[in-house]
């Protein structure tokens, strides 16, 4: 399958990176699913030595973890990693609600509810694209404080929070979720720094700590080969 030629414009590791964290992030690829370097490599129609960088890539984030004579596997937080980082997203995510309630522009506000837009187009046809798109509203809001490091941090976070949900199941509504987005956008507006804030916080303690175990995924071929599909077009 020769499947790169949709992306010269950027590297072949940065490509197939980008895919497997979707896959991730979407949740087709559940925590602790082998990650074979062959399987990849045939599916998105790369070298080996291509699938081990995009992997190490996913590893320095905390997605994927190899294992000794094992290989790849894609990460599988516990209950206690998942606290501590629901616990430091928190932190985080109230800095950059402070930041953006003292100078979020106009064109800032339009952008978060372009998002929302989007959001609301997929709620109840496509769960892994929702997934996907409510947490890149938390990285959004992160990238508009213009400070890149407190965006990156809150970005690797955001994505390993999507693994915590893959194994620790999340009972309330993708609605309430959607809504109290424009609670966000609402308060952000009236540079409410202390309502905004307390959205924020009942919005990510709805999700934390609540054990659930999933049901099992598709198989990781299965998986990859619907994830390459767009490189082949």
Known sequence: MKVMAAHRSEPPSLTVYRLLRRAVIEQALKPGTRLP???????????RTVVRQALGKLESE???????????????????????????????EKEVIKRLAQRISVNGLDALAAHVTQEDRVLGK???VSIRLAGEFH???????????????VSELVTRCSLI??????THSSDCAVDEHRQIIAALA????????????????????????????????????????????
């Open 62 to 92: 905390g997605l994927v973890e190899t294992k000794r004579n094992r290989g790849a596997f894609v990460a599988e937080p516990s209950l206690e990693e998942a606290q501590q980082i629901f616990e430091i997203r928190h932190v985080l």
């Open 190 to 233: 009236d540079h409410d720094a202390e309502r905004a804030m307390e959205i924020m916080d009942h919005h990510l303690g709805a999700v934390a700590g609540r054990a659930e175990l999933r049901d099992e995924g598709d198989d990781v071929e299965s998986v990859l080969a619907r994830y390459g599909k767009e490189l082949a077009s």
């Open 37 to 47: 370097e062959d399987t990849i490599g045939e599916q998105f129609g790369v070298s």
């Open 139 to 153: 990285i959004l809001l992160a990238e508009m404080t213009g400070n890149q490091v407190l965006a990156r941090y």
């Open 165 to 170: 949900l893959a194994v620790y199941g999340r």
């Open 126 to 128: 496509n769960g892994p």
